[in-house]
Each structure stands twice: as C-alpha cells, then as structure tokens.
C-alpha cells in the first residue's frame, strides 16, 4: 500500500497551498509586480515543494524501504530507484 493514501489529507493540503502559490505568481508576474515581491514568492513555492517532497519522502523511507520482508535485492532495486528520483530532484 502506498504511504500517499494514509496522508492524503495532509498532502492535498500542501498541494492546494502550492497551487495557490503558483497562481499568486502568475498575478503578480501579470500585473508587473515588482521584482522583490516576485523572487519571493518563487522561493516561498520552492519552499513549499521542498516541504512536500520532503514528507512524501519520509513517507516512502519508513513505509517502504525498511520493510522487513523485502529481499536484498529488492531493496538495492529500492535505493537505486530512490537515488535515481533523488539525483533529478536535485538538479
């Protein structure tokens, strides 16, 4: 089972505040906000998925990757999958 559906919730939630983040931006790059107000919302937004990526992060850690019954290989295949996601990310 996936640790996304036992914190859905909290997870819509975050998604929902980083969309309206997203078209906050688009407003304020509409109406020639000035340059200050905008890099702050982009860091503000990349914050904010910062903070998503790390839950679902966590998640992924303690519901899939220390699961007892999963044999060695699986979880190489496990931790090269994540480092893969990881090394994207962090581009």
């Known amino acids: 089972m996936s640790h996304t559906v036992t914190d859905k919730k909290r ?6 505040r980083i969309e309206g ?12 906000a000035e340059c200050m107000s905008v890099l ?16 679902v992060l966590e998640g992924h850690v303690s519901g899939h990757m220390n699961d ?3 044999s060695p290989q699986q979880r190489e295949e496990d ?3 994540l480092l893969e996601v990881l090394r994207s990310y962090l581009k």
């Open 11 to 16: 997870l819509q939630a975050r998604v929902s």
């Open 40 to 55: 702050q919302q982009i860091a503000s937004i990349r914050g904010a998925v910062n903070g998503l990526m790390l839950q």
């Open 21 to 32: 983040q997203v078209q906050a931006l688009g407003k304020a790059l509409e109406s020639e």
């Open 79 to 81: 931790t090269q999958q």
């Open 68 to 70: 007892p019954h999963a």
